[in-house]
């Protein structure tokens, strides 16, 4: 059986990638093998080092003028996972990875998704709506905000009693539950699909 390795992409907290770190540490099939951030003090780095992953650091310009690129190559990334990575993937890393680049949100998309919707943001405008339910969507990545097709949706309800720091914390318990499932069950159907 082919071995899938992956980079994660994580700008904050990183508690989806540890969940995810967790989660593969000893997987047959794949491998989390980098940690990469924009982000010097991201916690993240912290969990890449427990779980024993190295991590690197990068910036808008080694992003787009392919050198992130060639530091996938050289430890043969197959897929990448964003994890609460705040940037817009440039062209150079989506053509290099054609539906194998993954994201998670926060909301249930086309819901409260788009540019500059994130965090507490997304929490405060689901609670501002009155919905009754709202959840997490994990998505292929393409080069524009959220608009990648959606691989799987879980739901929870908001209660009347939520804030947007009570409903952002019962969805983020969804998102550690589900992402690294739905990751698992993403990469293994796509390893038959040709690269
Ligand atoms: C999560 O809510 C994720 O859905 C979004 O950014 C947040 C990251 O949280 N894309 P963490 O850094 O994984 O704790």
């Known amino acids: 059986m082919k071995k899938n390795y992956l980079a994660i992409f994580a700008s904050g907290s990183g508690s989806n990638a540890e969940a995810i770190m967790k989660y593969f540490f000893h997987h ?55 994890a609460g990575f705040l940037w817009l993937v440039p062209e150079i890393i989506v053509t290099a990875f054609p539906h194998r680049i993954i994201n998670i949100h926060p909301s249930l998309l086309p819901k409260f998704g788009g540019k500059g919707m994130h965090g507490h943001k997304i929490h405060e405008a689901v609670v501002a709506a009155q919905e009754i339910e709202t959840g997490i969507t994990m998505h292929e990545v393409n080069e524009r905000y959220d608009e990648g097709k959606i691989l799987a949706q879980v739901k929870c309800a908001v209660l009347p009693t939520d804030d947007a720091t009570t409903l952002g914390e019962r969805v983020l318990k969804l998102e550690h ?6 990751i698992e069950a993403w990469v293994t159907s796509s390893a038959d699909r040709p690269r």
Not at 49 to 63: C, D, E, G, H
Not at 177 to 182: D, G, L, T
Request: charged fraction near 25%; charge should be positive; aromatic fraction near 8%.
């Open 28 to 82: 047959s099939q794949i491998e989390i093998v980098l940690v990469l951030s924009n982000n010097e003090r991201a916690y993240a780095l912290e969990r890449a080092k427990k779980y024993n992953v190295p991590s690197k650091i990068f910036t808008k310009t080694q992003l787009q003028n392919g050198e992130v690129n060639q530091w996938l190559k050289e430890v043969n990334i197959t897929h990448l996972v964003l």
């Open 177 to 182: 539950e589900h992402y690294p499932k739905v």
